[in-house]
Nanobody, 118 residues
Framework: VQLQASGGGLVQPGGSLTLSCAASGSIDQFNAMRWYRQAPGEQRALVASITSFGSTNYADTAKDRFTISRDSTKNTLNLQMYSLKPEDTAVYYC?????????????WGQGTLVTVSS
């Protein structure tokens, strides 16, 4: 399984951006999918998650500004980001887990850089 993140770039404060994560196979095989981010000098942190049933959860910093979704027809995970702030600047990673033989296997995308700056 491979995950390919895309959609990062430079955006002004207050702007919007949508990240996508394409899976090499069906995303229906995943128990849950997530977006993490890692700012310079900081640890990787969870931004948002979505289960196979569509249940979502957000970090406090993402609530009311970010929307996570999954599209089974395109096998993609998306993150719509609004009202972006300079502190949202980070490398964003997609993540997914799959249960195989009772064990959870985690997959990571390569990361896409989001820079919020005027």
């Amino acid at each position: 399984v491979q995950l390919q993140a895309s959609g990062g770039g430079l955006v002004q404060p207050g702007g919007s951006l949508t990240l996508s994560c394409a899976a090499s196979g069906s995303i229906d095989q995943f128990n849950a999918m997530r977006w993490y981010r890692q700012a310079p000098g900081e640890q990787r942190a969870l931004v948002a998650s979505i289960t196979s049933f569509g249940s979502t959860n957000y970090a406090d910093t993402a609530k009311d500004r970010f929307t996570i979704s999954r599209d089974s027809t395109k096998n993609t995970l998306n993150l719509q980001m609004y009202s972006l702030k300079p502190e949202d600047t980070a490398v964003y990673y997609c993540n997914a887990d799959q249960v195989v033989g009772g064990r959870s296997i985690y997959y990571w995308g390569q990361g896409t850089l989001v820079t919020v700056s005027s």
